[in-house]
């Protein structure tokens, strides 16, 4: 009868250094829970895009066509939907196709100013918000100039921007071209243009 009395104290004592053993094993796999791959500091993102994109703005807007392409992602995408009923399909895709679109086209801008009134920085976004004074000339077409709202929307990811995108109310813009249009054609024109339809 001693023997059993004996081994009971043996066997909770074991009994109790297993469980102390567990426990640490449970301890241990907690910080690895904890340790899934860290998001990036919200507010360190949204100013390392507002450095890089402010800079981007800025390029675009001097058509500094150099120095824009070495701030673009290789797969960078452009586009402008608002354009479209105006202006057809405006978008791009890709470095070197973009700053060949932006080296073909940007030409026929005579002037261009670009009034912020707004911007904001959200991670990997950035959002300008104002006014864009500009005059525009396609070859055998008189000179536009509007002035329209405009939101310019970048992408930053690494340390490059991946995606441009554009929307502008061009209602002044259109307004003003069809006036240049019926100026260039002088009375006479305009009057027997009229009379034909």
């Known amino acids: ?24 094993t449970q301890a ?10 860290a998001r990036p500091d919200y507010q ?21 066509w150099v120095h824009l392409a070495e701030m673009m992602d290789e797969q960078i995408s452009f586009r402008d939907p608002s354009a479209k009923l105006v202006f057809g399909e405006l978008g791009q895709d890709g470095k070197s196709r973009l700053i060949g679109y932006f080296k073909a086209t940007y030409p026929y801008i005579e002037t261009h100013s670009f009034k912020l009134e707004r911007s904001f920085f959200a991670g990997e976004q950035a959002v300008f918000i104002g006014v ?7 070859p055998g077409q008189p000179v536009v100039r509007s ?51």
Do not use: C
Request: aromatic residues 4%; glycine residues 4%.
């Open 132 to 138: 864009s004074d500009w005059s525009f000339a396609p």
């Open 44 to 64: 360190s993102a949204s100013a390392k895009t507002k450095a890089i994109a402010e800079a981007y703005l800025h390029t675009y807007i001097q058509q500094d």
């Open 147 to 197: 002035v329209i709202p405009l939101v310019i929307a970048i992408q930053v990811k690494h340390g490059l921007v991946v995606e441009h995108l554009e929307m502008g109310d061009l209602q002044p813009y259109v307004d003003a071209a069809s006036l240049a249009q019926k100026r260039s054609q002088g009375p006479g024109r305009a009057a027997a243009q009229a009379q034909a339809n």
């Open 1 to 24: 009868m001693q023997r059993r009395h004996n081994s009971l104290p043996k066997l909770i004592l074991g009994l109790s250094l297993l469980a102390s053993l567990t426990v640490p």
């Open 28 to 37: 241990a796999q907690e910080p690895q829970t904890a340790q899934s791959p």
